[in-house]
């Protein structure tokens, strides 16, 4: 992979691309945005192939934030910013957003650090990294946040770089979650924080017989119409609520993957769930 130098942060990066070298990753079968507004998926044979995620966020790219709000009336702003409190930025080490997407985390870090600490934002679908970049440029942020082009099992960074490791509704998405997270612990520095913003289902009745019902009959029409989309939403989303590990289970894979004092907080009523843990 190039070598690349970011300005400030470019002793970090030891092989990424950035995002504007990529290859066009080429035409998709239509997918529905709901899955760019990471709902979590059930079926096991789900194709999860970096080509197929790639092509699919490329895709839908355009109308990801606008979808993201709107599905989710705007809450999901919300997480992000209690995300940047729960784990906040102390001192000048650099941040890693990785699956970060338009990168509306790795901006919730930059404006919470003040400028203080670097933050890259990490992806490997070259247009979703334009639409951030595009953001940052017409907020007049400079090169204290810098998107790159790369594979979240394979970070392009040296092991003990970054004091918060992050990813929002990302982990679900990566092919091995397992590597993705042995990656995020080993890019973290000593006494880090690896924090992990993902989808979870709601355990108390009556909000959970009523989200699931939103989730499963509501959601899925309105993302399919709102996005002009086909009937694949109707197809894995209402399977796709409990598949992805949550909760203890989750916690327990961040274990396995290096981390310490693995905790989470459910958010909004355990629609998503924070996990934190120090490496
Ligand atoms: C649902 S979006 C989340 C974007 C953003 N973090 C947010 O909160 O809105 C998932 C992102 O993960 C990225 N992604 C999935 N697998 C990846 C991988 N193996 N390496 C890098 N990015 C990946 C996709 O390209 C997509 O941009």
Redesign the pocket.
């Known amino acids: 992979m190039l070598c690349v130098a970011i300005t400030g942060i470019g002793r970090l990066c030891c092989h990424a691309t950035r995002f504007d070298t990529m290859p066009f990753p080429g035409p998709v079968a239509s997918e529905n945005i709901l ?4 709902i979590p998926r059930a079926r096991m044979n789900l194709d ?1 192939t ?1 080509s197929r ?2 092509r699919m ?1 490329g895709e839908i ?1 355009p109308k ?2 606008r979808m ?1 709000h709107l599905l989710s009336l705007n809450v ?1 702003r919300y997480w ?1 910013w209690r995300t940047v409190r729960l784990v906040p930025p102390r001192g000048a080490a650099p941040i890693l ?9 790795a901006f919730a870090f930059h404006r919470r650090s003040r400028g203080q600490a670097p933050v890259i934002g ?4 070259k247009e ?1 990294l334009a639409i951030g970049e595009a953001k940052k440029q017409r907020r007049g942020i400079r090169d204290d946040l810098s998107f790159i082009a ?4 394979n970070l392009p960074f040296p092991d003990n770089q970054f004091q918060i490791v992050s ?4 982990l ?4 091995d979650t397992d590597q ?1 997270l042995r990656e995020m612990a080993r890019v973290c520095q000593p006494d880090g924080q690896v924090a992990i ?1 993902e989808f979870s289902m709601p355990r108390w009745q009556p909000f959970k017989g009523l989200y699931g019902w939103y989730f499963r009959h509501v959601l899925p029409r309105l993302g399919q119409l709102l996005a002009r989309n086909r009937e694949e939403a109707y197809s894995y989303l209402p399977d796709s609520v409990g598949e992805f590990p949550s909760g203890d289970a989750l916690a327990q894979r961040m274990r396995q993957a290096g981390l310490q004092h693995v905790r989470f907080q459910p958010l909004t009523l355990g629609i998503a769930t924070l996990y934190m843990g120090t490496k």
């Open positions: 899955a760019a507004a990471c999860k970096n995620v790639q966020f790219a990801y934030d993201n999901d992000r957003d990785v699956c970060t997407g338009t990168g509306d985390l990490a992806d490997f679908c979703m790369a594979d979240s099992q990813v929002a509704f990302g679900r998405n990566i092919a993705g913003l």
